[in-house]
């Protein structure tokens, strides 16, 4: 067995000690990083770390997706965005298109810092509204 070195300890200990708004949190900025690494990989010409990052990027999606609840609006309506990046993001993958990327991570950091901003005011007790 390989000995892990002290930063993936932490990694996994903050993993497992999170709590769902957390792990989303995460998942997002996870997202965002794939996004910014595929699109330097594309400037770069490295196709399979273009291809790995888009591919990381949509398995997040679809684990985003499946853990919508879509009995609300915002559900309905966020699971209709994610579809809009995952298909994008096939077609960037299969071009390997740096403005389609471009695209999905502004929408992929716009969804995060909505989500965290309301994590924000959840935790404070103030209403979302203002």
């Not at 957390?22 to 900025?29: G, Q, R, V």
């Not at 996004?35 to 990027?57: F, G, P, R, W």
């Not at 298909?87 to 389609?100: G, P, Q, T, V």
């Not at 695209?103 to 969804?111: C, L, M, R, S």
């Amino acid at each position: 067995m390989i000995a892990k070195s002290p930063y993936q300890n932490y990694q996994q200990n903050a993993i497992m000690s999170a709590g769902p708004e957390e792990l989303t949190t995460m998942l997002y900025n996870r997202l965002v990083k794939d996004l910014k690494l595929a699109q330097e990989a594309v400037e770069n010409k490295d196709i399979q770390l273009a291809h790995n990052s888009i591919t990381h990027a949509q398995e997040i999606i679809v684990h985003l997706m499946n853990t919508l609840d879509t009995g609300f609006e915002v559900g309905q309506n966020l699971n209709l965005m994610y579809d809009y990046m995952n298909r994008r993001l096939l077609e960037a993958n299969l071009k390997k298109d740096k403005e389609i990327l471009r695209e999905i991570t502004g929408y992929a950091e716009e969804i995060r810092d909505v989500w965290v901003q309301a994590m924000k005011q959840v935790k404070t007790g103030v209403s979302v509204g203002g």
